[in-house]
């Protein structure tokens, strides 16, 4: 299984990017799906987080800006950004537990990252 993020790119502030992750392979079931970000000289932090069940929560900072939504049947994860901050300037990495088979034993898996730039 590989996890392969995309979407990242230069955007004024204000503006919208849509992140997706794409996991490839055998994949049964996606179980918690979750998006970091690191910035230069930062620890990464977890942004948001959804469970297979339609939890999610969210760090502070992008509250009522970020959505974290996943179409199953692409195996398909996304971060909508939109009314991007220049603070929101980061390398973004996808992260999911996922079950390869049924009865499988969940594990978790990292994308590359995708850098996102926001100017002022």
């Known amino acids: 299984v590989q996890l392969q993020a995309s979407g990242g790119g230069w955007v004024q502030a204000g503006g919208s990017l849509r992140l997706s992750c794409e996991a490839s392979?055998?994949?049964?079931?996606?179980?918690?799906m979750r998006w970091y970000r690191q910035a230069p000289g930062k620890e990464r932090e977890l942004v948001a987080i959804m469970t297979s069940g339609g939890a999610k929560n969210y760090v502070d900072s992008v509250k009522g800006r970020f959505t974290i939504s996943v179409d199953n049947s692409k195996n398909t994860i996304y971060l909508q950004m939109n009314s991007l901050k220049p603070e929101d300037t980061a390398v973004y990495y996808c992260?999911?537990?996922?079950?390869?088979?049924?009865?499988?034993?969940?594990?978790?898996?990292w994308g590359q990252g995708t850098q996102v730039t926001v100017s002022s």
């Open positions: 392979g055998n994949v049964f079931q996606l179980n918690v």
């Open positions: 992260n999911a537990d996922l079950r390869k088979y049924y009865g499988s034993r969940k594990r978790e898996y």
